[in-house]
């Protein structure tokens, strides 16, 4: 096979894209999309799969094969057609070529393919890699896929190859790596290295990184029962659904159960962080009505649903194309994989933030220094080319600009140095100074938009120095000066003026809590001189928060100083009061008036800023549970638990029969710095539905510990520390307790509240059992069947009789009819009129879902009529008629309408074993001849659901 590419084009550009492809027109996107699912085809063959004629098809060919989008290889001398991963030359180099090929370097790499590579299951992946020996001796070079490319080393056919080149040969090693058909889809990074350490060790190992997806395998077999699923809107790698990074891409699941069971399905992305998608399951209702979240999606048989998929990029997000996996787990069937892939087209963000900084922007002889500083906020990288220019059109200045080409990775951040040296010629330097403006131009290699391509900045060039003529001026004004100053003094000098040396706080650090005013220190020389001396202190903002205080000195130092200030040459006073006592920020100013009628500007001097720190803030620091979990404790004797709550009860106990301990529920602990700043503690409980479940309690610490806490708190390091304080919550469920604390004075009035992890309390099983279930007085157990004679055309009451104890929330069933029943009780169970059997059951259902339940079956039969037979009495307790226990129903009561009617008796206390209800001793009932009963009823017969049940 011969191949000879004619298209050079394809040597030196930049990898091809999908989002490339689908720029281009519809008829060259689709010659494109083919050609890149299925190389090596020839015109004829493009031409009869697009359905065109073969000449439009030549035309588009070339077009793509100039634009680089593929190439044409002749393969025995017949033109075939190849997807091309380089674009048209002239074209940005990719980062890979471009740092192979770097000058300087004796080993370059090209490999092919250089990006991101998808392939399904059951293909073989052929890695290309070119290298060649551009250094000044043979080499032995080694090329292999490292070990940590866990999953394709082990893939790899041959991972590890070897090349003996010499200078300024190239060579090509291909790594076949079959993809095995159980290979589960996703992304797999791989690291190719280029190894010489023998002829090259200082310029190698030379590394390139890149990832293969390997895509869902979607000729995989699907059975006809097996669910199925599929994605709205429907996407592919040729069209993918276009989303804004940030914004929420709604993906409907439709999903089937084709099976004859009830299934629960879950639906997750492998592919994608958890913050890049939410799933929303359809909300399901409780046996009360009341909504609640669902985790998956419960189908019946047959029965379709919808799942609610929401894919959001992060802002972050780089703009390409993104395929990542959906699948979908059936409870059923959880080795079942169920696999679709969604496309995803992220938008790309064109923004790119410039800032020219001045560094150095008025010089003399020395170069202007300017920064031009570039922030890509976009999700694309940026190809950036400088120039830096004269605004003015003139040429005084040489620009030196440091990088001229920046590539910027979306969040990446670049500086470009300016400098800019004046014209160093003399006779070009202005005599006044001058402006001298230029510009910064910015291209982007890609044509992405810009929003400002130019920037302005300014140098100013200082004048020449007047240095000659500065001599004899400095000389005229320097005698005019002193000649003034001579006479100044003589005749015009004022008196000496009273000056503030020093003004400063006493102290550094002040606090409300301490109670104490800030004070003050100055020095003043000639205070003879003094009048009066103010006083004031304002906030930052300029408002007075002290005083003004005004001392008279007229007279000497007032009585009021006359502690803190001593006199002689200077004034000093140390530790004068003020009034500033409440927390804030204050600046003291002092002022000084001097005597005399001509005062002039007065003196005054200001001291830093002085800060009054408030009253410390309690915090907690901890506050937490002693346990996470909790169990349930059940009082199996509830006359122990009155005797226990009984103080008398426990004083009269003796030591051996003292109750156990009181169940306390669930136990609190917390610690809270500066206790004596507490005024008030609220405690609140909630579920994590945020409905409160332990009523707030408020907890006065304005006097100290309460006297209910003092044993389970205490004062410890400067910190309230409360160990084991019960909350006598006992109740099963999940908890969440809430600490407030109010301050003694301060703001806020309330600080916010502190919350402990869920803490939960584990519901213990209460056993429960039937301990009566009897059939006209008899016990079930002991007689499981009976055999009932009735009278043609009349309805027979049979008294049921039950009691169900032990247990929490049960559901009680008595069936077929009535359904659900108290735990104890009795009703009238109407028999059929017509020969039948029946069997009842009561069944108990506890709240884990356990049943218990005892069954009794009823069999009436009817006498047959020629032949009388003798009646037989009851047998008693244990005996049996023909091997089955046997009873005659009760008569229906005296006076009563509604037994003539045909409906149920009022319901009536259980009778006694061996007893009717009316308290005589049943009359004996025939059986039919030969002791067997009689055949089922007939259609015609109603069923026992049809009378209304009655319950004690």
Known sequence: MNSNPSNPSANGGKTINIADILALPERQRQIALFIRREE????????????????????????????????????????????????????????MIQQALTPGKPLSMIVNPSGDAPITPGSTFELCVTITNEGNQSALIEIYIDETSQFLHQWCISPYERLALGQGQSSEVVFQIPIPLDATPGTYNYLLMVDAQQHYPEDTPI???????????????????????????????????????????????????????????????????????????????TDTGVVRVMDGLELNPGEKGLIQLIITPPVDTWATIYSPTVRLYSLNNPDLVLLDAIYLQVMPIYLLTVELVTLVGKVSHQSGVFELQLYNGG????????????????????????????????????????????????????FYGRVLNFVIEIEDLQQFPLINNRFQGTLIWEGRPWWQFLLVILGIVGLIG???????????????????????????????????????????????????IKIQGVSPDGVVTSGPIAYNF?????????????????????????????????VFELTVIPEGKKRGELEELQTNTVKITPFPIPEIEEFASTQPVYQEVIQ?????????????????????EQPQPENLGILLNWKISHPEQI???????????????????????????????????????????????????RQPGTYIFELIVVPQQGEPEELPAQKTDPIKIEAQPV????????????????????????????????????????????????????????????????????????????????????????????????????????????????DTANGLPTFEPPPPPEGDSTAEAGTSPSPSPSPSPGTTPSGTEPKPLPLPPGGSPPLPPGADSPPPAEFPPKFR
Not at 245 to 253: F, S
């Open 482 to 532: 002193a000649l003034i100053f001579l006479l100044w003094f003589l005749f015009f000098r004022p008196k000496p003026r009273p000056e503030i040396i020093e003004f400063a706080p006493a102290g550094k650090n002040y606090s409300a809590a301490d109670e104490e005013s800030v004070r003050l220190n100055w020095e003043i020389t000639n205070p003879k001189r003094i009048q009066t």
């Open 40 to 95: 090596g085809h020839t015109l004829p063959e493009i031409a009869d799969h697009l359905n065109e004629d073969e000449q439009a098809i030549a035309i588009e060919l070339d077009e793509l094969v100039q634009e680089g989008f593929i190439r044409e290889m002749e393969v025995e001398g017949i033109p075939r057609y190849y997807r091309s991963e380089m674009r048209r030359q002239g074209s940005q180099f990719s980062k």
């Open 379 to 430: 999700n694309i990288t940026r190809d950036i080319a400088l120039i830096a220019k004269s605004a003015d059109g003139d040429d005084l200045c040489t620009y030196t600009l440091i990088p001229t080409q920046i590539r910027l990775a979306p969040g990446g951040y670049a500086i470009a140095n300016l400098e800019v040296q004046p014209s160093q010629k003399w006779w070009r330097r202005p």
């Open 767 to 878: 056993p429960f059992d039937i301990v009566e279930f009897t059939v006209n007085g008899i016990e079930t157990l002991t007689r499981p069947k009976f055999v009932v004679q009735i009278s043609e055309d009349e309805s027979i009451p049979v008294p049921l009789s039950w009691k169900v104890e032990g247990g929490r929330e049960l559901k009680v069933e008595l069936l077929p009819a009535p359904g659900t029943v108290p735990r104890e009780g009795t009703v009238p169970y109407p028999l059929s009129p017509e020969p039948s059997t029946e069997t009842i059951t009561l069944q108990v259902t506890n709240e884990a879902g356990e049943q218990k339940s005892r069954s009794v079956t009823i069999e009436t039969i009817q006498p047959p009529p020629p032949e009388p037979v003798e009646m037989t009495p009851l047998s008693p307790p244990g």
């Open 207 to 285: 590394q390139h990184q890149a990832r293969l997806q390997v895509l869902p395998f979607v000729q995989e077999a699907i059975r006809v029962n097996d669910p199925t699923f599929s994605l709205l809107p429907i996407t592919s790698s040729a069209v993918p659904a276009v989303v804004q990074p940030g914004e929420p891409l709604e993906v409907q699941v439709l999903v089937h159960n084709r099976s004859d069971r009830v299934d629960r399905f879950r639906l997750t992305c492998p592919d994608l962080a958890a913050n890049w998608y939410r799933v929303i399951y359809p909300e399901g209702y």
């Open 679 to 729: 005024r008030l503690l609220k405690l609140v409980g909630r579920n994590p539905e945020g409905i409160v479940t332990f009523p707030m309690q408020s907890i006065d610490f304005s006097q100290g510990i309460p006297q209910p806490l003092q044993d389970s708190c205490e004062i410890q390091d400067e910190a309230l520390v409360c160990m084991n304080l019960a909350t006598g919550v």
């Open 636 to 656: 199996t004797n509830p006359e122990a638990a009155d005797q226990e709550a009984s103080p008398t009860a426990n004083e009269n106990n003796s030591p051996e």
């Open 554 to 586: 007229s007279r000497g130092i007032p009585n009021e100083l006359e502690r803190f200030c001593t006199t002689d040459e200077v004034l000093n006073c140390q530790n004068v009061p003020t009034d500033a006592r409440e927390p804030g920020d204050y």
